[in-house]
Nanobody, 127 residues
């Protein structure tokens, strides 16, 4: 069983930065694919960034150039550095993991394709 725990959320003004962290259990080594999703108020959960165990990373267009995901396989962790935050980045951010052979697909993956989830951490960006 993979357990994921997020931390680092909070409130910040537009233009500010936050760093989210996701700590995974030892069993996370079986999950080659890890990602950050977010769910904004009134919207469905969407993929923000995705990495595989070799460091390949994909970002959704709205965060390219502002967010950076970094994975540490030795620590079983996945961080998300968020810079130049905008009010539209306000959401609950979730860490996800799964054993996905097509992790490097250029298309967004669905929620159902990840078998393990954290409890979420809130991010609020004020204008």
């Amino acid at each position: 069983q993979v357990q994921l725990v997020e931390s680092g959320g909070g409130s910040v003004q537009a233009g500010g930065s936050l760093r989210l962290s996701c700590a995974a259990s030892q069993n996370a080594r079986r999950a080659n694919c890890m990602a950050w999703f977010r769910r904004a108020p009134g919207k469905e959960r969407e993929e923000v960034a995705r990495t595989d165990s070799d460091g390949w990373t994909r970002y959704t267009d709205s965060v390219k150039g502002r967010f950076a995901a970094s994975r540490d396989n030795a620590k079983n962790s996945l961080d998300l550095q968020m810079d130049s935050l905008k009010p539209e980045d306000t959401a609950i951010y979730y860490c996800a993991a799964g054993s996905i052979s097509y992790c490097r697909t250029p298309y967004p993956l669905r929620v159902a394709e990840f078998g393990y989830w954290g409890q979420g951490t809130p991010v609020s960006v004020s204008s």
